[in-house]
Structures are given as structure tokens and as C-alpha cells.
């Protein structure tokens, strides 16, 4: 599997949205989470059963239930569930804004390390292209709409979708609108010290296929994955008719190619003088 380290793109400006994304994201896991995930232990699958079940809490208070997406109420309120398996039950679950707090939870260290790295590689350059807002909204909306595929697929299913992985795949899909034979340096695990160079397709055109052959019984979300890569790209498709250039939208475009145009001296006249009182 090659890991991404960075793409051969210059940058315009500095990511700063992909960097406040990475922060915040950051800041969740560390000050919000459970102390058992910045232990480790999840990572090293040595949690207690106390930590399961404070775990387990937490995400299905603030991860994305889709039976509960589905009817947009809580199972408290009368959501039913056909595969609950005892999953705790949480009173006045604010459910619609699941699909926004999902998206800054993670299940571990390295899951959180893969998809900021992730993050980082392929977003800088798609906030590059269309800007910090048109960027941010790519990966919000994006990310909603990679949780909704998970839901359309599993719309019975109580087990919480928490990960900011269907959002970094909007990013990863909108990359290959944008620089497809990009080259993208990676490192080849878990072969140490081999690093190759990559077209941005070559990487990611086997991420997805790799997706849609993950087998049902893993806890990988894969339709999430799918549905955020789809969405992603079609957004871009949409931010590159309305941003042909980077950074300027179609309007900015036309104010300054209207401000660039010549003036022929013949057109020029001196403005009317206005009558004197004799």
C-alpha cells in the first residue's frame, strides 16, 4: 500500500483551512474524547470493559447512527434499530447535527493520523485551486453526503459512523478533478526506506477499487469512503466552472479582465462644463 507524503503542485497560498481542519480535529481527539484513545489502548485493542462501554457512550451520543439518521430522531424518541446489539440508548440526541460532529471523531490514534495526513496531502491543493470557502464547503458538504451513502446502505443499522475519512475522500475525489497526473511521492508500506513517485490517479484510482472489494465483515466503512470520493468529484466539477482560474471566481474573473482592458485615446472626451451664472 503506498502512503501519500506530498504532491509536486507549488503552492499559491498556505492551507490555512486544511490546517484549522487539522486542528480541530487534533483538539477533538485530545480535550473531547475519551482519555482511552490518547492512551493508546484502543489502537493496541488493550481497552478494559469500563472503556468499551464509556466508548461506546460517546459515540453513539455524538457519531452518526443511520437509523437514527434515517428518521431524523434519537432512539430514545422512537427510532427503530434492527441490529442494535445492546448499543447504549442517549436521551435528547441532537441527531441532525451528528452528521456535522461525526465528521471530528475518530476511533484511534492511527486513524486519526492517516486521515489528517491524508488530509494534508491531497486537500492543500484542492484549497489552492478554488480557495479557503469554496474548499471548505467541498469538505463539509462532501463529508454529509459520504455519511448519507453510508445510511442509504445500512438505513437499519445502530453501530455509530464516526471519522473524518468520508470528508478526506470528497478531498481525495476532488483531486483528481483538478491534477489527476499530478505526481504524488509516496512511501511504500510496510517495505522500509521505499519511497515512489506516483500520478495522482495511479494512487487513487486503486484506493477506490479497494474500497468497492472490502469485504462486509470488516469495520471499515467503505460506502462512506465511495459516496465522499463521488461526491467530492462532482462538486469539483461544479467549483471549476464557477472558479476557471485559481482563486478567482467566474465574477472576479470578469471585474478584472473589465479593469485590464485598454483605453483607446480617440474614445476620451473631457466632461461637459457646467454653465456659469453671468
Given amino acids: 500500500m503506498a502512503v501519500p507524503l506530498r504532491d509536486d503542485s507549488p503552492r499559491r497560498a498556505f492551507p490555512w483551512v486544511v490546517l484549522a481542519l487539522i486542528a ?50 434519537s432512539r430514545s424518541d422512537g427510532a427503530v434499530c434492527t441490529d442494535d446489539a445492546e448499543r447504549p440508548i442517549i436521551d435528547r440526541k441532537p441527531v441532525p447535527a451528528s452528521l456535522l460532529t ?17 488530509l494534508w496531502v491531497f486537500g492543500a491543493a484542492v ?15 462532501g463529508g454529509i453526503l459520504a455519511t448519507l451513502a453510508f445510511v442509504v446502505v445500512n438505513p437499519s443499522s445502530a453501530a455509530p459512523l464516526v471519522g473524518a ?44 477499487v479497494s474500497q468497492l472489494v472490502t469485504p462486509e465483515d470488516t469495520a471499515v466503512a467503505w460506502q462512506a469512503h465511495v459516496g465522499g470520493m463521488v461526491a467530492g468529484f462532482l462538486i469539483a466539477l461544479g467549483l471549476r466552472i464557477a472558479y476557471p482560474e485559481p482563486g478567482l471566481s467566474r465574477r472576479a474573473r470578469r471585474r478584472r479582465d473589465t479593469a485590464e482592458q485598454p483605453v483607446d485615446p480617440a474614445t476620451w472626451t473631457l466632461p461637459e462644463r457646467p454653465p456659469v451664472d453671468a
Fill in 127 to 141: 484549497e489552492d485551486r478554488f480557495g479557503p470557502g469554496p474548499f471548505l464547503g467541498l469538505y463539509l458538504v
Fill in 102 to 118: 461525526a465528521m471530528f471523531l475518530h476511533g484511534s490514534l492511527a486513524h486519526l493520523g492517516v486521515n489528517m495526513l491524508f
Fill in 24 to 73: 480541530a480535529n487534533v483538539a477533538v481527539f485530545l480535550l473531547l474524547q475519551p482519555p482511552s484513545l490518547q492512551r493508546g489502548e484502543a489502537d493496541a485493542g488493550s481497552l478494559s470493559e469500563a472503556d468499551e462501554r464509556d466508548l461506546a457512550e460517546h459515540y453513539a451520543a455524538w457519531g452518526a447512527v443511520p437509523c437514527e439518521i434515517r428518521s431524523f430522531e
Fill in 165 to 208: 475519512s468520508g470528508a478526506v475522500s470528497a478531498a481525495m475525489g476532488a483531486f483528481l478533478v483538478i491534477g489527476p497526473r499530478r505526481r504524488i511521492f509516496s512511501f511504500v508500506a510496510p517495505i522500509p526506506l521505499l519511497a515512489v513517485t506516483l500520478p495522482a490517479w495511479a494512487l487513487l484510482g486503486p484506493y477506490l
